[in-house]
């Protein structure tokens, strides 16, 4: 499973902004945005939510 992280803090905590066709992330921690957020490979039993 693949999630997008923040590339300024590796924030995962990140949510999408919806706006255009492709839309924007947007960090919840630093408040970085952009559309091209980088994506980063994770374990399913890692996850915490
Ligand atoms: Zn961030």
């Known amino acids: 499973m ?12 990140i ?5 255009g066709l492709t839309g924007f992330w947007n960090c919840k921690k630093c408040g970085y945005n952009g559309t091209l957020f980088p994506e980063k ?9």
Do not use: D, Q, V
């Not at 693949?2 to 590339?7: D, Q």
């Not at 949510?15 to 706006?19: D, F, L, R, T, V």
């Not at 490979?41 to 939510?49: A, L, M, P, R």
């Open 2 to 13: 693949r999630i997008k992280f923040c590339p300024k803090c590796k924030s995962t905590e």
């Open 15 to 19: 949510e999408m902004s919806s706006g």
């Open 41 to 49: 490979e994770i374990n399913e039993k890692k996850i915490t939510k």
